[in-house]
């Protein structure tokens, strides 16, 4: 990793002898693109000289046209007159990224970001921020009587996503908070902007000026196309027109479509053999790994947010450099795919919005679109969508029949399936016609955003009239009246709940005059923590619900760890795959128990995905409510995912295998690293046991032997300088396994876990469980049934223990060392009986250069009975 031991734009500002002649700043910028070989577009030059002349500016150029130089132009600018520039995107992975994009340009002292769970120099000139952080910002410090929001540009990117029906309010907050800040608005499907140019000037009193119209630098080319796929990737790949990146509108889709092409002549040998000379020793993992090794070595990429990042870099990487024809994906493509593709294929143009199947929107369309064509690569993008099958396969009888009347009498016409959403040509010319839809306002009234209202203060600290800084919003947001008028009336509930609370209170005003008419004042009656509205709103909670617990509880650690869970983002895949699971196997014992099919399946409704602590933890949260209102609106879920992981003793893989999510396995890991992120953020110190610390660091570990990357770039955030680097890492070297045993105390728990789990299977006699573990573990069920037989008669059904008693500490016994060798140590698990006899035991050794090799604790079962 090598570090950069300059700032090319620092460089170029300290050139700068008079901030204020913008002759000055342009040729600065200039002279630092041609350093790096890029000329600048008339448009780009246009909107730059219009940001130097202290105008608004909405970009609404097409993708590839170099809005992102711009972007970094306005940067520039704002620094070169000592101002303080923010800019906004609205994913964390896109802010982080041109937190990066801009340190490496700009040097780490000037950049600075911020992201709810991430903080890197917050007094930075420069701050990459999502756009809810900016929004809160401009409500706490914003207004008509704003003295001071800490912000004198903003650029915001993706600036379409302002029609968001969840986060679009993030987008409109800004403008209507922020009137003294210059502007700059960026997307490729902005659509009709008089509305906003209108809009912005009435409010700001400075000019608006929009830089559209702009020829596409790569032409596009639209085609739709009544062949079969498969015909079509091959011509597409046989005269020149490839990397082809293959649209679908699920993850399954891509997935299939990526095996079906194996069977054709994707890429020639040489291009085989490149492959696996770039592919190198890297490390696929099983499940999904070894299919994507499959489809890559065969010239077929597939890309989906479901993937391990690590997978998703490897595919770029090899279509970076020519060497996939064709890549099968999402539509994630349309926001922000690092893949030059040079044609766009879509499968469909009907998706699922999550209510229903519906027609993609224009903006939509043009979004992935506009993907195709590769700037300084090809003079011209193909954007070609497919008729539905059934039409296609129809054309295709029709083509076999030819002229003649029989045949043409007797084809039987394929329909379209059940509840399919038609498409047609018609279809597909309206949308290639089509601008983009306007964008419509999506403000609305939150506690959080009246919270952010009464913490505004004045220039001296104190605080600014709240009834008109809400009159403000309520009356000049971008929404028609009848909504404006719904949104006063929830702002009244609102505040009917927060002086209920005890969070607001209404204090009468002395008039000095006697007899006059009493005047009131709202303020609040509490300090409303400064993070409250940030990405995790809920880790209050978390830290006042760990007070529940007893720290010397067998099951501290474990219930902490739930606790988190509670507050985190559900990964539906996971839950889901959980749900199914347990379906399953209640069905299985209600089958075996005699239950008739129509009470099982009455049964059923009630059976969901583990939730630990349920009761306590929606009991606790109803009680927190009532004294910090701004969660309300928001549901505590509580779940066991990394959990389960520990309680049954699963590698990565296992946990995949076990509830079928192999095509997930990005959402799963995505949800470890930010799991393990709130644990080392959130757990107070009364609570960090060492049992909470190993259980920490196993996680971590966890993530890292999966895929570095998540963790490894929120760390490197805290020590930017270090992170920048010149040359781009060769992540298709081999990953090593990394040695499961050197880390001691994460070694011990996985090692308690795994003993306990095989006590769990024994409490309820899941002996086709053990038959699974045979291979590891050398006993299969029958072996385990026949030594327990004998406690089961003695003390009965109920002859093992599995509650907090069960995993006390001293029932576990380690022996390090065993005939002189460090490295193979005895295990024994004592079993909980109902009298407390504690005479039986699970025995097991544990050789650590076999569980290093396998990167898992592995266990060779000696004995399970009674002490000798």
Known sequence: ???????????????????????????????????????????????????????????????????????????FIALARGQRTFYTA??????????????????????????????????????????????????????????????????????????????????????????????????????????????????????VVEVSGVERPVPLHHTYVVEPLGELIEELVSTHRAPVYVVHFTQKDAVDRAQSLLSMKIASKQDKEAIAAELGNFRFGSGFGKLLSKYLRAGIGVHHAGMLPKYRRVVERLTQKGLLKVVCGTDTLGVGINVPIRTVLLTSLVKFDGERMRHLTAREFHQIAGRAGRA?????????????????????????????????????????????????????????????????????????????????????????????????????????????????????????????????????????????????????????????????????????????????????????????ESTME??????????????STAIAEMKAEGVEYDQRME?????????????????????????????????????????????????????????????????????????????TQTVPVEHRTDEVEAITEWLGELVRSVDSSLLDEWERLSNPDEAIQEIE?????????????????????????????????LSREDYDAFDALAPKDGWNGDDWADAVDPMFEEYGDDAIGIGPDARAPQLLQITRGVDGNERLWQVRQVLDDPNKDHDWAITALVDLDRCDGAGEVLLSIQQVGPSI
């Open 1 to 75: 990793m090598k570090a950069m031991s300059t700032s090319p734009l620092a460089a170029a500002l300290s050139a700068i002898s008079d901030p204020s002649d913008p002759d000055q700043i342009l040729d600065a910028f200039v002279q630092f693109a041609q350093s790096r070989g890029l000329s600048l577009y008339p448009a780009q030059e246009e909107a730059i000289l219009e940001l130097l002349d202290d105008k608004h500016v909405i970009l609404a150029t097409p993708t590839g046209s170099g809005k992102s130089l711009v972007a970094m132009a306005a940067h």
């Open 90 to 207: 609205p994913l964390k992975a896109l802010v982080s990224e041109k937190f990066f994009d801009l340190v490496s340009v700009f040097g780490s002292q000037n950049v600075g970001m911020t992201t709810g769970d991430s903080a890197v120099n917050p007094d930075a000139p420069i701050i990459c921020c999502t756009a809810e952080i900016l929004a809160n910002q401009a409500l706490r410090r914003g207004g008509p009587e704003a003295f001071d929001p800490g912000v004198d540009q903003v650029v915001m990117d993706e600036f379409h996503f302002y029609a968001d029906p969840q986060r679009g309010w993030a987008w409109q907050v800004p403008l209507l908070e922020l009137p003294n800040v210059q502007y700059l608005l960026l997307s490729a499907t902005l659509g009709d902007t008089e509305f906003f140019r209108k809009d912005l000037f009435e409010r700001t009193g400075r000019e």
């Open 376 to 564: 300084g690569y090809d003079t011209v993008g193909e954007v070609l969508v497919m008729a539905p099958d059934h039409v296609i396969e129809n054309k295709k009888l029709l083509e076999k029949a030819g002229d003649d009347p029989k045949k043409l009498k007797k084809i039987v016409r394929k329909k379209a399936p059940v509840g399919h959403v038609n498409w047609t040509d018609s279809t597909f010319e309206r949308l290639v016609a089509a601008p983009p839809e306007p964008l419509t306002s999506q403000f609305s009234v939150s506690h959080a955003m009246i919270l952010n209202v009464l913490a505004r203060t004045d220039e001296d600290g104190r605080p600014v009239d709240p009834v008109n800084s809400m009159r403000h919003l309520l009356l000049t947001n971008h929404d028609q009246e009848s909504r404006k008028r719904e949104h006063i009336r929830q702002t009244f509930r609102i505040y009917r709940s927060l002086r209920q609370a005890g969070i607001v209170e209404k204090v009468k005003i002395p008039t000095g005059v006697v007899g006059g008419h009493s005047r009131y004042k709202i303020q609040l009656a509490v300090d409303v923590p400064d993070n409250f509205a940030l990405n995790q709103p809920l880790s209050p909670f978390a830290v006042a619900a760990m007070d529940l617990l007893g720290v010397d509880s067998p099951t501290h650690g474990l219930d902490v760890l739930s606790v988190i």
């Open 570 to 583: 559900d990964p539906r895949q996971v839950l889901y795959g959980q749900e199914r699971a347990a379906k």
């Open 603 to 679: 049964l059923l409704e009630g059976i969901s995905w583990p939730k630990p602590l349920e009761e306590l933890l929606q009991s606790a949260f109803h009680t927190y409510k009532h004294t910090n209102p701004w969660v309300s609106g928001m549901e505590l879920s509580p779940k066991s995912v990394v959990r389960d992981f520990l309680e049954k003793a699963q590698t990565f893989s296992d946990f995949i295998s076990r509830y079928q999510l192999e095509r997930s396995e990005g959402v799963v890991l995505k949800y470890l690293a930010d799991t393990y992120r709130t644990m």
């Open 729 to 761: 890492p060769d992540f298709l070297e081999d990953e090593p396994i990394r040695a499961i045993s050197g880390n001691p105390r994460t070694f011990n728990i996985l090692l308690r876990n795994a003993m306990f789990h095989r006590v769990e299977l």
